[in-house]
């Protein structure tokens, strides 16, 4: 990353003269790289110590969804136990199977886990609180998200296990499946905003866009956690079915970077949820903005796990079906919506914003009736009772 | 249907998240037990044990071993066989209790606690030694007399040899009470 993509930052912008401060005059010239390195060692960090904070809680919560106490013994309330499990981790034997593809193999962690830390790079985590403002920050995320499923298919391919190509190619199908009601979705909140840049997304909503867009944050919503495979869409690794899907053949700490990716996307997930629908770190005064956007980002994770704890996994055609015959017509019932309110509306005042969301709160409603009866939904209740089954014994019988 | 399955699912996770979790931190908690458990360490009183033998008759799997010896006391001052060897093999016990239904003197109870796993089995049988010594908590099984008491073995003290037995029969209005009453 070249420093000068970072020049508009006000955090490199306090670190590069901290260090130009520092530096004797002969080395000015690398301040700039020193600063850059620093700013992305700081953001590096920030995925290492959320996504152990965000194991422990998700565990936590899940166990209390479930009545139990989830890990409580190490450290205070538990905290340490991600620390324990990497230890564990590490201590283990690393196996490779003989028929596995070494360098393949070996690779594909580090591809699965390197996307997760490119996207936390767009991330407006505050006002002036990011690493990079791109302005094509949607389409980065897209692009560098679907990189992912590239480690995921290395990882299945190259193990030389059939339940693990059977994940990997589950993964590629979820990803083809789900990135087109992801985007269409996403079509819709530039449709509104303008701009591709996430700090102008975040600056330009006048109110949280799950407000104005509904649907179009189910849609989101529903394929991201589709294509960061958490349940109820888990069926890359379903335990039931296939072992554990892509990472059957790994241990150690090759499985621990596994699910260091899998949890940090997670992160990662509901950070965009965060920024894009939630009007990031926009927030009342009265707290900063990092606090802000940290709330959001926790009620976000939160419903995640929430239908983590509730759904259970569904089948690989049902993941399809949903994805093309219900999730595809709804984002483009979102994304003509939209568009239609955008030509008559151009400049909403808050009149128009009350009739845009009050619509498109009925447009959602609507379409998902209509759609859910469409697809052949049955009413069991009002099925009509069964003949009762003829009495031969007290018929005549000539 | 339209999603209503999945809200209700949902509001149906959400009121677990807010109850009490039913999580017993074992090595801090117990789970309470009744008083009537059958637990794994009898508690035998070797003041109250004439050495009949009648629990070795009728276990069913033929782990407790006694040995007497015919005391050399005259039959005027109490006269009891002493006990050479007391053992039982609580490996293969069932944990049926008809050995302390069996025991005529009440020396033989069904002890109350469920922590004496072992990692080998020889280690489970409990010699007289141990059985001797042992801290008494009874269970309450097969014995009104200490249920009667309100005892707990759980919480309550250990009871010595006088304090376990039958010491009189109960009159016709107990009985009738216990028995036909209720």
Redesign the interface.
Known sequence: MSPTVLETNALYQNIYSLISWVLPDSLSGIAGYVAGLAIVLFVANIVLVITPLFIWFERRILGRFQQRLGPNRWGPFGLLQPIADAIKLIIKEDIIPRGADRPVFNAAPVILFMPVMLMIAVIPFGTQFYLVDLNVGVLYIIAVGTLETIGIFMAGWASGNRYALMGAVRSVAMLVSYEVPLVMSLAAVLLWTGSMSLVDIVDKQPVPLILLQPLGFFVFITATIAEMNRAPFDLIEAESEIVAGYHTEYSGMKFGVFQLAEFASVVVGAGFITAIFLKGAAGWAFLPSPVWFSLKWLAVIFCIIWIRATLPRVRVDQVMAFAWKFLLPLSAINLIAIAVEIVLWPSPGSTELWIIGLANFAIAGIAIFALATALGHRNFSAREPQRPIRNIVSEKVI | ???IG?AK??I???K??F?????V?YPEERVEQHSRFRGQEFSWYEERCTGCASCAKYCPLGIIEIVTDPSKQAMADGDKYAIEKFDIDIGRCMYCGLCVEACPYDALFMGSGFERARYTRSELFIPMEELKNATKRPSTWFRPQLEDKGYDPQSGQPLGWKEVGRHEAPDYEAMRRRWADR
Do not use: D, E, F
Not at chain 2, 19 to 23: K, L
């Open positions: 249907m339209y999603g999945i699912g949902l149906v996770t959400l677990n998240l109850r009490t979790p039913s999580t931190q």
